[in-house]
Structure formats: structure tokens, C-alpha cells
């Protein structure tokens, strides 16, 4: 998992509301269980014309131009601002595969849908919930090459005019981030324990290891 410390990067406004899991990666698209891939499925059925399958040369298909992120002035865009419930419905890890996967680093919003809040720090995605009023005047004064310099350690967000925005984040969860840790990582630093138990316990019960 790659690790977030700090990004000053483009932002790209997703101005609507209650996004559920499925309009970000649609369910035709959940039958791998790699994590990488999904990017060009990102939401699929808003960015494209056509009904998007599996597999599909994505290069070729007819795009939405009106869909903001496939607006020239935010390609390369890794920060999305969106509105409040971002991530509901269900719970599949695939959404933040696949805005991971298509670039985008941080995620800001009023609210996340839980399991999806929980789901973007396993995957290396720093979603920030700000209070309505902060976001609102983020997507205002939002305007083309507009970037945000998003610190993890200092716990700040920094706007084009020099404005500082402070953010919350549970403190195991930013060591992990800032350490670049998912759950299997975590548990390897604890390698030589998990050894050590595994050999101890052999040798008192030693048919639980036999081959």
C-alpha cells in the first residue's frame, strides 16, 4: 500500500450528493479480487455512453463530455471534493480500488458511508469529512487548476489563497497511512512474535503441525 504524507494536487468537483457504491464501480465489474484494474471503471456509467462489461477497451468507447472527470481541465486530478454520503450502499471494497486505481489520492467530503470510510484507509485513500459549510465553500471557490496541498502529519489543508483547514483522523489509522500499512503489513511487523508463538506451540501440540 502506498503511503500518503503529503500531496499538493489538482481537485476535481464531484458536486453531487449520496454516491453510492455502485455508481462508483458498477457490479458487472466486481468479479476480480485483485486491486488493480478497476480505474477505468470508475464510474462507469457516468463517464461513458455505452453499458460498460468486464474486460472492454475502455480507449474506444464513447465518453460523456459533460462528466467532470473527463473534462480536459481535470485529467491528472487527485483529490476529489464531493458531498455528503459519499460511499453508501453496500460495502464493496472494489470503490476504493478503483478510485485508487485511477488516481486519486484523497477523498473530501461533509460524510462517508462507514464501511467505505474504513475500506479507503486499507487501501491507501485519506478521505477527510469537513464540516457542509467548509466544502461548500470549497466547490465555490473551486475554479480550473485549482489544487490543494493536503498534509497528513500536520493534519492541515492548505488552499491556493494560503487559507489552513484542519482535519480529524484517528491516530492509528494516520500511523498507518503515513507508514504505508495494510492490515497484512501490520501484522508482518509482528513476524518474529507470530514465529516464535508457532514454534512454542509445535512443540506442545505438536499433530496440530503435522504434515
Given at each position: 500500500m502506498r503511503a500518503f504524507t503529503k500531496i499538493t494536487a489538482l481537485v476535481a468537483p464531484l458536486d453531487r450528493a449520496n454516491v453510492d457504491?455502485?455508481?462508483i464501480i458498477p457490479k458487472q465489474f466486481l468479479k476480480?479480487?485483485?486491486?488493480?484494474?478497476?480505474?477505468?471503471y470508475l464510474f462507469d456509467e457516468w463517464r461513458y455512453?455505452?453499458?460498460?462489461?468486464?474486460?472492454?477497451?475502455?480507449?474506444?468507447?464513447?465518453?460523456n463530455k459533460d462528466f467532470v472527470l473527463n473534462k480536459p481541465e481535470y485529467q491528472g486530478a487527485e483529490i476529489l471534493l464531493t458531498r455528503e454520503n459519499f460511499g453508501c450502499g453496500s460495502s464493496r471494497e472494489h470503490a476504493?480500488?478503483?478510485?485508487?486505481?485511477?488516481g486519486f489520492r484523497a477523498i473530501i467530503a461533509p460524510s462517508f458511508a462507514d464501511i467505505f470510510y474504513n475500506n479507503c484507509?486499507?487501501?491507501?485513500?485519506?478521505?477527510?469529512?469537513?464540516?457542509?459549510?467548509?466544502?461548500?465553500?470549497?466547490?465555490?471557490?473551486?475554479?480550473?487548476?485549482?489544487?490543494l496541498t493536503i498534509?497528513?502529519?500536520?493534519?492541515?489543508?492548505?488552499?491556493?489563497?494560503?487559507k489552513s483547514i484542519g482535519f480529524d483522523i484517528d491516530?492509528?489509522?494516520?500511523?498507518?497511512?503515513?507508514?504505508?500499512?495494510?492490515?497484512?503489513?501490520?501484522?508482518?511487523?509482528?513476524?518474529?512474535?507470530?514465529?516464535?508463538?508457532?514454534a512454542e506451540r509445535s512443540k506442545r501440540a505438536p499433530w496440530l503441525f503435522a504434515d
Open positions: 457504491t455502485d455508481a476480480s479480487i485483485r486491486r488493480a484494474g478497476f480505474g477505468p455512453l455505452d453499458h460498460g462489461e468486464p474486460d472492454m477497451d475502455c480507449t474506444h468507447r464513447p465518453v476504493p480500488w478503483a478510485l485508487e486505481d485511477f484507509f486499507k487501501n491507501g485513500l485519506l478521505p477527510i469529512a469537513l464540516n457542509a459549510q467548509i466544502v461548500d465553500s470549497l466547490f465555490k471557490e473551486l475554479v480550473e487548476g485549482y489544487r498534509d497528513l502529519e500536520t493534519q492541515k489543508i492548505t488552499t491556493p489563497g494560503g491516530e492509528n489509522r494516520k500511523y498507518r497511512l503515513l507508514n504505508g500499512l495494510d492490515d497484512i503489513a501490520l501484522s508482518l511487523k509482528h513476524a518474529d512474535k507470530i514465529r516464535a508463538y508457532e
